[in-house]
């Protein structure tokens, strides 16, 4: 009897029969499904789209066409002059700050450019580069958000949990860069943005390691309580110079976590969209896989062995296995310990790499969303059995952001 991978792989299979790998596809109703889900898990406040997690102009636009979703995280300020220009969202946040002058000078001179895309700061250093590209009385008013780190700083700070974003972490310091930057002209303060990587973007069930998921869900769960209070505090600060339009924070891992924070106006999301497999270690909630792409198996180095052409496609991230790409259809395929997934070649070992023959396509997940992006011009759209659309990411338009 055939299983529900088999039939997945023969529907893949028969989709994109007419076409030669290596190349990518989006399967439109997982990709629609998790986007519903996405929005249902927040409850009512709007799910802000993480761009770079997507890197395609036509499926960023179908997720924000749905309930749920409003306005774009861009990690870049040129991708968000790109994005405003093109018509995708006249709402664009820009996750990290920029030192990008020609970008900032684009975005300074034109006023309607300048009332759709909000910069990201975490200090005055930032301001005054911005000052020195055009002077606050040459430009356009600029929107600001600060950027207030979600870090877990126990045992009186000599703890870490967490990634390393803004210098700004307590409610005090937030109070006083928002009074700084409500008294300088050409900029206006209107959002706080605070990623609570630990909770959002670190899975609290990594396979076959049961006792380091305890300890990361006791972790999580202290350091979320303390989020709540520090954030909610912060933004009171804040508020006492500007009037804040919006408060985001969240990621695809704690979007109902997030979501629950009274101080939070809007959360973020974007990889839960495609599915990647380092979202398979998430409990609360886990993605339908939607995003794949497929390698030909180009020779048979051994009765038991099958390699593919290409399909080192590793993710970002501290190295580590989970960050390699993971071969999933035909099931029970391995990657070689002693190689891994290669630039040119990938040897692949399990019980199905008995069963293939030169010339068959081995389906992988890619460990991150938005990464399998730079690797292919464009993403066939799938429903059903067939190719109903291709679409061109980022790369393909001719762009790379980072």
């Keep these: 009897m055939a299983t529900e991978s088999d039939k997945l792989r023969e529907r893949l299979d028969r989709a994109t029969a007419h076409l030669d790998p290596p190349y990518a596809v989006v399967d439109l109703t997982a990709f629609d499904a998790n986007a519903s889900a996405l929005a249902g898990l927040a409850a009512g406040k709007p799910v802000r789209l993480a761009s770079k997690s997507v890197r395609s102009r036509e499926l960023i636009t179908r997720a924000l066409h749905r309930s749920g979703w409003r306005g774009v995280l861009a990690f870049t300020l040129p991708e968000a002059i790109w994005l405003v220009r093109a018509g995708v969202a006249d709402d664009v946040l820009v996750a990290y700050p920029t030192v990008d002058r020609g970008a900032l000078a684009e975005l300074a001179a034109d006023p309607a450019l300048a009332a759709a895309v909000t910069v990201m700061v975490d200090g005055t250093d930032q301001l005054d580069l911005i000052d020195t590209v055009r002077a606050p009385d040459q430009r356009a008013e600029l ?124 959360v973020t999301a974007g990889s839960g969209l495609y599915g990647p497999t380092l979202f398979d270690a998430y409990r609360a909630w886990r993605p339908t896989p939607a995003a794949y792409f497929a390698c030909a198996v180009v020779r048979r180095p051994a009765p038991d062995l099958a390699t593919v052409l290409g399909g080192g496609w590793i993710a970002s991230g501290a190295a580590a296995a989970s960050r390699l790409p993971r071969p999933v259809l035909p099931a029970g395929l391995t990657l070689l310990g002693a190689e891994g997934a290669g630039e040119v070649q990938t040897p692949l070992a399990g019980a199905a790499a008995a069963t293939l023959r030169v010339g068959d396509r081995v389906w992988f997940r890619h460990a991150k969303a938005g990464e399998l992006g730079e690797h292919v011009n464009e993403l066939h759209l799938v429903e059903g059995d067939a190719v109903v659309a291709t679409v061109p990411t980022y790369r393909g338009e001719g762009h790379a952001f980072l």
């Design 143 to 266: 929107r600001v958000c600060l950027d207030l780190d979600a870090s877990w700083r126990p045992l009186g700070g000599r703890v870490h949990v967490g990634v390393r974003r803004s210098p700004v972490h307590s409610a005090r310091a937030a109070g006083a860069l928002a009074a700084t930057v409500a008294g300088r002209a050409g900029f206006r303060l209107v959002g706080l943005m605070a990623y609570e990587a630990q909770i959002a973007g670190l899975g609290d069930a990594p396979p076959g390691q049961a006792l380091l998921g305890r300890a990361i869900r006791l972790a999580q769960r202290r350091s979320y309580r303390e989020l709540v209070a520090r954030r909610g505090a912060a933004v009171a600060a804040v508020r006492e110079h500007a009037d804040l339009e919006f408060v985001n924070g969240g990621g695809t891992g704690s979007v109902a976590a997030t979501s629950a924070d009274p101080a939070v106006t809007e």
